[in-house]
């Protein structure tokens, strides 16, 4: 009887194993599949036209908009249905049936806690028809390509609605000025006081490093316009390069998309995008680059002592908001649903630590669905009176803007700046019981700082101040805004580079335009410089021989990050040993002197010697591509690595770039991507542009419909697609 236990027991793994695969398929079986072809996605397909180009560009034609963003949801979808498919998810708190993670789990805790939904569900209605028609029309070209590829599809997710679209710029937003950032800082720390900053401790900078490392955040822009009165040749000019993660949720895609209704753009767009965020159109065009004013206040709530979710307010108690939500977590043999709550105040969303609630008021609440509303209206204005009323609109809580067309260059440091009680520090958590702390106005529209055709001819930022906007006359004024707005009062490398080269006596031809735009040298005032080089060259004392000739290696560098400078790869590995402590080694490098001897160490034990071309350190990879690429962190030819092996490779900087020429006789521009405009590694055009962005050269955009069909590798309607990309 004992022997036959025993060889129970020894067969109960296999038995084991055996349920679970069986229960496993059963579960697959029984989720939900990919949604069915209808017969309105056929008639919708059928009246929208996509030419692809030689790049792999989409160019797509429809009667009316909403064809068109049906269109451009099902070409994207070829192009990266995976990561759209990722977005989507994360837009309506459902990442965490697709991903098991921390990251996933702490998203979806994060757009049950702003309400993602609810704003969606009290706002949508409040959009323009013909906004809620494009983002309709979005939605069904996204569900047609799922229904036709069912192999890709998570069916828990569809079909989904122009609501899922708009539920993505509501949950995005926020996350550009890094609202996350806070919430994780917050639940994390130790104990936070009234007074205290908001990342005070070592621990929350490191949070505040980790979350800043998020994929949805972008690190920086450049924008240039040059107005045809300072050109060699009588054309006005614009620059469009934004410095955003080479991979991922908000990676640059390229599209050129033309309806019958006048919506005729091209430029770039995010996965999940609906519209061309900036680009183009036949009259005029825009840059953006991301600004930092203050946009979110931390107050610290006043609990009542032994009364649960009362929060003292002006003397009053009041009570706390509170919804237990549960978030699916897919843990793979069965979802398990984890339950949390999540509370609100008058001030905003309120976070439960072990050291006490925490209430968040951030710029942009209840807003932010408009900003969909708002871009389609810039994707449309055909002046600068048309483009200025969309963003009067005021639904973007940030972003500078550099607008263009053939007689304008305009600036502005579009931001929703809450107007403050003076005399606060309002980066410090501020005491919750005080209602005179709780901002309620923004600046207006027109009283940001900007700057229109000043004198010098011509405009720029590169994710600095506002108040060096161009040279000499025209510059908005320090004092004219009030300084608990947090408006960045200084220059970074980019800004002074660009305000250098656009200074030059004389006008500027397109050569020097081109030429400032891939600019690899720091100015030493710099700031980058100033905190990684000159405590080096000044006070640095070397205590070895191979420090001594690091020292002198530094001391004779150009300044210029060229691939082939024997100089910057010392500087670039100091500079990331500093910034990122722990890179090379796991002793932090607290200092920029730390982070020479941890480079040195680095580049002697991997190179065998320090003076190492910056190539051969720093490279472009993209399937088999393994290049040297030029450029570095605050360059105008930005790049930002990631250390892998023994190499700095790429990951954010330089990408999508485009020039805008407005001549007498209409718009003509110029692209390029840094590695390819589809994100499938089967297809041709995943890498097929890195070599010349490389080389720093560009092909031409086309609009013109007859144009592009004479050129196109592929014309056919949604659902019939060749093999075009093989």
Same mark, same amino acid.
């Given at each position: 009887?004992?022997?036959?236990?025993?060889?129970?027991?020894?067969?109960?793994?296999?038995?084991?194993?055996?349920?679970?695969?069986?229960?496993?398929?059963?579960?697959?079986?029984?989720?939900?599949?990919?949604?069915?072809?209808?017969?309105?996605?056929?008639?919708?397909?059928?009246?929208?036209?996509?030419?692809?180009?030689?790049?792999?560009?989409?160019?797509?034609?429809?009667?009316?908009?909403?064809?068109?963003?049906?269109?451009?949801?099902?070409?994207?979808?070829?192009?990266?249905?995976?990561?759209?498919?990722?977005?989507?998810?994360?837009?309506? &708190? =459902? $990442?965490?049936?697709?991903?098991?993670? +921390?990251? *996933?789990? !702490?998203?979806?805790?994060? /757009?049950? #806690?702003?309400?993602?939904?609810?704003?969606?569900?009290?706002?949508?209605?409040?959009?323009?028809?013909?906004?809620?028609?494009?983002?309709?029309?979005?939605?069904?070209?996204?569900?047609?390509?799922?229904?036709?590829?069912?192999?890709?599809?998570? &069916? =828990? $997710?569809?079909?989904?609605?122009?609501? +899922?679209? *708009?539920? !993505?710029?509501?949950?995005? /937003?926020? #996350?550009?000025?890094?609202?996350?950032?806070?919430?994780?800082?917050?639940?994390?720390?130790?104990?936070?006081?009234?007074?205290?900053?908001?990342?005070?401790?070592?621990?929350?900078?490191?949070?505040?490093?980790?979350?800043?490392?998020?994929?949805?955040?972008?690190?920086?822009?450049?924008?240039?316009?040059?107005?045809?009165?300072?050109?060699?040749?009588? /054309?006005?000019?614009?620059?469009?390069?934004?410095?955003?993660?080479?991979?991922?949720?908000?990676?640059?895609?390229?599209?050129?998309?033309?309806?019958?209704?006048?919506?005729?753009?091209?430029?770039?767009?995010?996965?999940?995008?609906?519209?061309?965020?900036?680009?183009?159109?036949?009259?005029?065009?825009?840059?953006?680059?991301?600004?930092?004013?203050?946009?979110?206040?931390?107050?610290?709530?006043?609990?009542?002592?032994?009364?649960?979710?009362?929060?003292?307010?002006?003397?009053?108690?009041?009570?706390?908001?509170?919804?237990?939500?549960?978030?699916?977590?897919?843990?793979?043999?069965?979802?398990?649903?984890?339950?949390?709550?999540?509370?609100?105040?008058?001030?905003?969303?309120?976070?439960?630590?072990?050291?006490?609630?925490?209430?968040?008021?951030?710029?942009?609440?209840?807003?932010?669905?408009?900003?969909?509303?708002?871009?389609?209206?810039?994707?449309?204005?055909?002046?600068?009176?048309?483009?200025?009323?969309?963003?009067?609109?005021?639904?973007?809580?940030?972003?500078?803007?550099?607008?263009?067309?053939?007689?304008?260059?305009?600036?502005?440091?579009?931001?929703?700046?809450?107007?403050?009680?003076?005399?606060?520090?309002?980066?410090?958590?501020?005491?919750?019981?005080?209602?005179?702390?709780?901002?309620?106005?923004?600046?207006?529209?027109?009283?940001?700082?900007?700057?229109?055709?000043?004198?010098?001819?011509?405009?720029?930022?590169?994710?600095?101040?506002?108040?060096?906007?161009?040279?000499?006359?025209?510059?908005?004024?320090?004092?004219?805004?009030?300084?608990?707005?947090?408006?960045?009062?200084?220059?970074?490398?980019?800004?002074?580079?660009?305000?250098?080269?656009?200074?030059?006596?004389?006008?500027?031809?397109?050569?020097?335009?081109?030429?400032?735009?891939?600019?690899?040298?720091?100015?030493?005032?710099?700031?980058?410089?100033?905190?990684?080089?000159?405590?080096?060259?000044?006070?640095?004392?070397?205590?070895?021989?191979?420090?001594?000739?690091?020292?002198?290696?530094?001391?004779?560098?150009?300044?210029?990050?060229?691939?082939?400078?024997?100089?910057?790869?010392?500087?670039?590995?100091?500079?990331?040993?500093?910034?990122?402590?722990?890179?090379?080694?796991?002793?932090?490098?607290?200092?920029?002197?730390?982070?020479?001897?941890?480079?040195?160490?680095?580049?002697?034990?991997?190179?065998?010697?320090?003076?190492?071309?910056?190539?051969?350190?720093?490279?472009?990879?993209?399937?088999?591509?393994?290049?040297?690429?030029?450029?570095?962190?605050?360059?105008?030819?930005?790049?930002?690595?990631?250390?892998?092996?023994?190499?700095?490779?790429?990951?954010?900087?330089?990408?999508?770039?485009?020039?805008?020429?407005?001549?007498?006789?209409?718009?003509?521009?110029?692209?390029?991507?840094?590695?390819?405009?589809?994100?499938?590694?089967?297809?041709?055009?995943?890498?097929?542009?890195?070599?010349?962005?490389?080389?720093?050269?560009?092909?031409?955009?086309?609009?013109?419909?007859?144009?592009?069909?004479?050129?196109?590798?592929?014309?056919?309607?949604?659902?019939?697609?060749?093999?075009?990309?093989?």
């Amino acid at each position: 009887m004992f022997r036959g236990h025993r060889k129970w027991w020894l067969g109960f793994p296999l038995v084991l194993v055996v349920a679970v695969l069986v229960w496993w398929g059963i579960r697959s079986a029984l989720k939900p599949g990919a949604p069915q072809v209808t017969a309105e996605m056929t008639l919708l397909a059928k009246r929208v036209t996509i030419l692809r180009d030689a790049w792999g560009v989409p160019h797509i034609f429809g009667k009316t908009d909403a064809d068109v963003a049906f269109g451009l949801a099902y070409a994207h979808a070829e192009d990266d249905f995976p990561i759209i498919q990722l977005v989507l998810a994360a837009s309506i &708190g =459902r $990442l965490s049936l697709l991903r098991l993670s +921390t990251r *996933a789990i !702490g998203n979806d805790f994060y /757009v049950r #806690l702003i309400r993602v939904q609810e704003q969606v569900e009290a706002l949508y209605p409040k959009l323009s028809a013909k906004t809620r028609a494009l983002l309709e029309g979005y939605a069904k070209g996204f569900n047609y390509y799922a229904a036709r590829h069912p192999k890709e599809v998570d &069916g =828990r $997710l569809f079909p989904i609605s122009g609501k +899922t679209i *708009a539920a !993505g710029f509501v949950h995005k /937003v926020p #996350l550009m000025f890094n609202l996350p950032k806070v919430m994780v800082a917050l639940r994390n720390a130790k104990s936070k006081k009234v007074g205290q900053p908001v990342f005070a401790s070592a621990a929350d900078k490191a949070l505040l490093q980790l979350a800043q490392a998020s994929p949805f955040v972008g690190s920086g822009s450049n924008a240039h316009g040059v107005h045809r009165s300072r050109s060699t040749d009588d /054309v006005t000019r614009l620059n469009i390069n934004s410095h955003q993660p080479w991979e991922g949720p908000v990676a640059w895609y390229e599209v050129h998309v033309h309806s019958e209704e006048g919506w005729h753009m091209s430029g770039g767009l995010f996965p999940g995008a609906p519209v061309i965020l900036h680009g183009h159109n036949d009259n005029i065009g825009w840059a953006m680059t991301v600004n930092n004013p203050d946009l979110v206040d931390v107050y610290k709530l006043d609990m009542h002592p032994f009364k649960p979710l009362l929060y003292k307010l002006d003397g009053a108690w009041k009570k706390l908001a509170h919804k237990r939500v549960t978030i699916p977590i897919d843990v793979r043999l069965f979802n398990f649903p984890l339950g949390m709550d999540v509370f609100h105040s008058v001030h905003g969303p309120v976070l439960k630590t072990k050291h006490g609630y925490y209430a968040i008021r951030y710029a942009g609440m209840g807003k932010a669905i408009f900003t969909v509303e708002q871009w389609y209206r810039l994707n449309k204005a055909h002046d600068l009176d048309s483009w200025k009323a969309a963003m009067r609109m005021h639904a973007m809580p940030m972003f500078n803007f550099v607008f263009a067309n053939r007689d304008n260059i305009f600036y502005v440091y579009n931001a929703r700046l809450p107007v403050r009680k003076a005399g606060f520090d309002y980066t410090t958590v501020l005491p919750g019981n005080r209602s005179d702390l709780i901002w309620k106005k923004v600046v207006p529209w027109d009283k940001l700082p900007m700057v229109h055709n000043p004198p010098s001819g011509f405009v720029q930022n590169c994710n600095a101040s506002p108040f060096f906007a161009t040279q000499g006359q025209g510059n908005p004024k320090p004092a004219s805004f009030q300084k608990e707005a947090g408006i960045e009062p200084n220059n970074n490398n980019r800004s002074a580079r660009s305000l250098k080269l656009l200074s030059k006596p004389g006008k500027i031809s397109l050569k020097s335009f081109l030429s400032m735009k891939f600019d690899l040298k720091y100015e030493r005032s710099s700031p980058i410089i100033r905190e990684n080089l000159l405590p080096l060259l000044q006070s640095f004392q070397p205590s070895n021989k191979l420090e001594k000739e690091g020292l002198a290696l530094l001391k004779q560098w150009n300044l210029s990050m060229e691939k082939d400078n024997r100089e910057a790869s010392l500087f670039v590995l100091t500079y990331f040993a500093h910034k990122r402590q722990g890179l090379f080694e796991k002793k932090k490098a607290a200092s920029a002197q730390e982070g020479f001897k941890q480079a040195v160490r680095f580049l002697k034990k991997h190179y065998s010697k320090l003076d190492v071309p910056l190539g051969h350190v720093q490279r472009l990879r993209r399937g088999s591509v393994d290049l040297p690429i030029s450029g570095g962190p605050d360059i105008l030819r930005a790049v930002h690595s990631r250390l892998v092996g023994n190499h700095l490779v790429g990951r954010q900087g330089d990408s999508y770039i485009m020039i805008v020429e407005f001549t007498k006789d209409g718009v003509r521009s110029r692209s390029r991507h840094q590695y390819g405009n589809v994100n499938r590694k089967s297809s041709k055009f995943y890498k097929d542009q890195a070599v010349s962005f490389l080389k720093k050269t560009f092909k031409p955009v086309a609009r013109d419909r007859q144009n592009v069909k004479g050129k196109a590798i592929a014309s056919y309607h949604p659902g019939k697609e060749p093999a075009w990309q093989k």
